[in-house]
């Protein structure tokens, strides 16, 4: 299966949906579109049940230079002085929905990797900070670009990326707008691994993206949402809450043929997750 956008292309194959930006002339920029296209597609993707993991990518030297300038026109930066205050609350609103196009990745049903080369830039960072595993190229880097052009990342890096990495270098990368290296990004913990090149990169990716594919999609999408939910709670109710959802979502069918599988040394058979209806 193959969709096509204006910013990307979307594949699906063996369980295994691929989202690969394909504006390497403009860097990955994202453009107005892009902000409605990606939740679109992710949540398309998660609701239909069938793909077990999604990988993203980018064509060209970066992964993404972060928002276009055409995006900050379009949300009324350049707003009506005689009426700030109502400016700024239609702001908040458009600001909202940019917010909610990397939320549907967080939200998304099945895991999200990320394979980056080149830059991850502003809103970059903010988009793969939403996902679930991140991989770099060697001369991978990421950049809170925000703070160098007068402003607060406000789409998505500190709720999330103080989760990934020390408070510590969040503080440093956020004010003084410095790159991250991949291979300093790996160190503290922001990305899984560093390989040589991209092509090597996006084959370790799809093989990773492979190994989580064969498993149970009830279990693995169960692991994502524990691991979603446990960020500032305490032990005990997040083993209640894990408990609560295996006395709710334990399969017997999956437990047997997981096991069948493993002792007749072939590849386990599970069922999809079944659709979404967000509408009668």
């Known amino acids: 299966m ?8 979307v594949e699906t194959s063996e369980k295994i949906a691929h989202l690969r930006f394909t504006r390497p002339e403009k860097a990955n920029s994202m453009i107005p579109s892009f902000w409605t296209e990606l939740p679109d597609a992710v949540t398309s993707l998660s609701d239909a049940g069938e793909a077990r993991v999604l990988v993203i990518s980018a064509e060209g030297k970066h992964f993404s230079s972060g928002m276009d300038i055409s995006v900050f026109m379009q949300g009324g930066v350049d707003a009506d002085p005689a009426n700030p205050h109502v400016d700024a609350e239609r702001f908040v609103h458009f600001l909202k929905g ?130 979603n939910y446990v960020p500032g709670r305490t032990t005990a109710d997040a083993l209640a809450h894990v408990a609560t959802w295996n006395a709710a979502m334990l399969r017997p069918d999956d437990l047997k043929e997981a096991f069948t599988a493993k002792m007749e040394k072939r590849t386990p058979k599970f069922d999809d997750l079944k659709p979404v209806r967000r509408r009668l």
């Open 2 to 9: 193959s969709d096509s956008y204006e910013c990307f292309t």
């Open 98 to 227: 940019l917010q909610d196009a990397f939320t549907a990745l967080e939200e998304a049903r099945m895991p999200v990797l990320c394979a980056i080369q080149g830059g991850a830039i502003g809103a970059g960072v903010d988009l793969v900070s939403a996902a679930d595993c991140r991989y770099a190229t060697a001369d991978a880097f990421f950049v809170i670009q925000e703070t160098e052009v007068g402003m607060t990342a406000d789409v998505g890096t500190y709720p999330r990326l103080v989760r990934l990495i020390p408070e510590g270098w969040v503080r440093q990368l956020s004010y003084t707008a410095e790159r991250l290296p991949a291979a300093k990004a790996k160190e503290i913990g922001l990305v899984n691994e560093v390989y040589p090149d991209a092509e090597t990169m996006l084959n370790a990716v799809l093989e990773i993206a492979g190994r989580i594919a064969v498993h149970s999609p009830l279990a693995v999408t169960g692991c994502k949402r524990m691991i």
